[in-house]
């Protein structure tokens, strides 16, 4: 073990109460989790029910609830509420994701918590914030909707919802930002905040480049299998034995290279190809005549000669292709997890370096209520 390994992490004696479930709330548990919080999981009797889910959201639960403690609690009770309320009381940060209304039905929303914890940083996980929306039920797909980007994704008349939890996750992650926020602002000022994060806002986020070019330009922006390309040679090829390639070429520089590398001089020479202005005059053209080209290419050896030269590349990889990723293995990006069936399986971890270090795994995924002895036993001792 290196000194670097056992450095302490920069969350280290910070304790958060997580009162969450499937994606959003749970991403900002793990994030405080890897650098270094104790988080605990406080879940229903039997369990959470993301543990069950079936099909696309079988993977939600193993993928974000890493490095966290579970509680089981029946909130619902007199009793569990109690024992919430002490637990919070000795915790510096409490998550929900639950619907509108709920954690304040029971007490334990920040307004009531904050009058005789004024130290709590409370983070709630919603659809809206506050406004005309707040009380509708929102998910991933509802706010990819209404949020302008299910517009640009599909083809023009067919919204098309992203392949993944965008919102949910991002969503999360400003959860997280809010936190590290306030834990800063309460070394100054001694007092907590409640931080509320949003899956609409945070979908308009992602679409806020969309709206500054209608600003600008005064027209509605075509989605993106519609759109106009800045760039000449940027799409997607078809190589031999049905493989397929994304090529991009975004200098009159890179365009030479390429030509060069195809043995297309023609397509070089042409007064009429010089700038990529011009070359995106005839986008279309240019584009089959450079398929023509390409089809014949193993994506191999393509590959190869593409990356000797620079010029970005990718080949267009499934998620399950991912986990034997080269470059993801050799930066650490993949790591093993003990899971709570006492299995093992490769978690894709933060997505960052800090000090030459990667946030890793830290402990077992915990089984349904594996820490409750563990975490309620504290309460019998004075709370610090």
């Known amino acids: 073990m290196t000194e670097d390994d056992q450095r302490p992490l920069p969350l280290a004696g910070i304790r958060v109460l997580e009162f969450t479930h499937m994606v959003m709330g749970p991403t900002c548990g793990m994030i405080l989790a890897d650098l270094g919080a104790e988080v605990i999981k406080i879940e229903p009797p039997g369990g959470d029910k993301t543990r069950r889910l079936p099909g696309l959201g079988i993977g939600f639960f193993r993928s974000f609830n890493r490095n966290k403690k579970s509680v089981v609690l029946d909130i619902q009770s007199e009793a569990g509420r109690a024992t919430a309320k002490e637990l919070i009381a000795a915790s510096d940060v409490v998550l929900e994701n639950f619907r509108p209304g709920l954690m304040s039905g029971l007490g334990l929303d920040y307004e009531s918590l904050s009058t005789t914890q004024p130290g709590l940083i409370y983070v709630s996980h919603k659809g809206f914030l506050p406004g005309p929306y707040e009380h509708r039920t929102a998910l991933d797909e509802v706010v990819q909707m209404m949020g302008g980007l299910s517009y640009m994704t599909g083809p023009k008349g067919r919204p098309l919802r992203a392949g ?10 400003f959860g997280a930002i809010g936190v590290l926020a306030a834990l800063r602002e309460r070394e100054a000022t001694g007092r907590g905040q409640e931080v509320q994060s949003a899956l609409f806002e945070n979908c308009v986020f992602l679409s806020a480049q969309h709206m500054q070019q209608f600003s600008m330009t005064g027209e509605p922006p075509p989605p993106m299998p ?14 031999k034995d049905g493989e397929q390639l994304f090529i991009g070429a975004v200098s009159d520089k890179q365009y030479l290279t390429l030509c060069r590398l195809l043995e297309r001089p023609d397509l070089a020479a042409d007064p009429a190809l010089q ?3 011009q070359r995106v005059a005839v986008r279309p053209q240019l584009l089959e005549q450079l398929g023509e080209s390409l089809k014949t290419r193993e994506i191999g050896e393509l590959s190869a000669a593409l990356e000797a030269v620079g010029l970005p590349y990718a080949p267009i990889m499934r998620p399950e292709q991912l986990l034997d990723d080269p470059h993801l293995r050799a930066s650490g990006g993949l790591a093993p997890m ?4 006492g299995g093992c399986t490769d978690v894709v971890l933060l ?23 563990e975490i309620l036993a504290r309460l019998k001792a004075p709370i610090a």
């Open 351 to 373: 997505p960052l370096l800090m000090g030459g270090r990667r946030p890793g795994v830290r402990m077992p995924l915990p089984g349904i209520g594996q820490h409750t002895d």
């Open 226 to 239: 519609s759109r106009v390309s800045a760039w000449s040679v940027y799409d997607v090829f078809g190589l």
């Open 275 to 277: 700038t990529n202005a």
């Open 338 to 341: 003990q899971t709570e069936d």
């Open 164 to 173: 993944t939890s965008v919102n949910d996750i991002m969503g999360g992650m």
